[in-house]
């Protein structure tokens, strides 16, 4: 199972931008799905990005599509989560995942990070 840690978190004004990154660790990262799942207070975790591995489609969440990108750098390990045009809605604590469950579509992970908080003050 890969073990995975989350930086890059922090508070920042709205309209603001962040970059959170996700380190891997395992000599098969290139070989995962890897995705991004934010976790608002008081509500259940949900889907914000994923990018498969080979090609690296990447899919959003409506609410972040043309604001977040997520990439990723298989030499060095990581995954990113480029967000842009933050809005208080998008104050979450935020996951990193890998190595999707078959047939999820990635939306299912078998790997979590501890989590990352973002917070956005309008």
């Known amino acids: 199972q890969v073990q995975l840690v989350e930086s890059g978190g922090g508070w920042v004004q709205a309209g603001g931008s962040l970059r959170l990154s996700c380190a891997a660790s395992?000599?098969?990262?290139?070989?995962?799905?890897m995705g991004w799942f934010g976790q608002a207070p008081g509500k259940e975790r949900e889907f914000v990005a994923a990018?498969?591995?080979?090609?690296?489609?990447?899919y959003y969440a409506d609410s972040v599509y043309g604001r977040f990108i997520i990439s990723r750098d298989n030499v060095r390990n990581t995954v990113y989560l480029q967000m842009n045009s933050l809005k208080p809605e998008d104050t979450a604590v935020y996951y990193c995942?890998?190595?999707?469950?078959?047939?999820?579509?990635?939306?299912?992970?078998?790997?979590w990070g501890p989590g990352t908080q973002v917070t956005v003050s309008s």
């Open positions: 995942a890998a190595d999707s469950v078959p047939g999820s579509r990635l939306r299912y992970f078998k790997s």
């Open positions: 395992g000599r098969t990262f290139s070989t995962y799905d």
């Open positions: 990018m498969s591995w080979g090609v690296g489609t990447t």
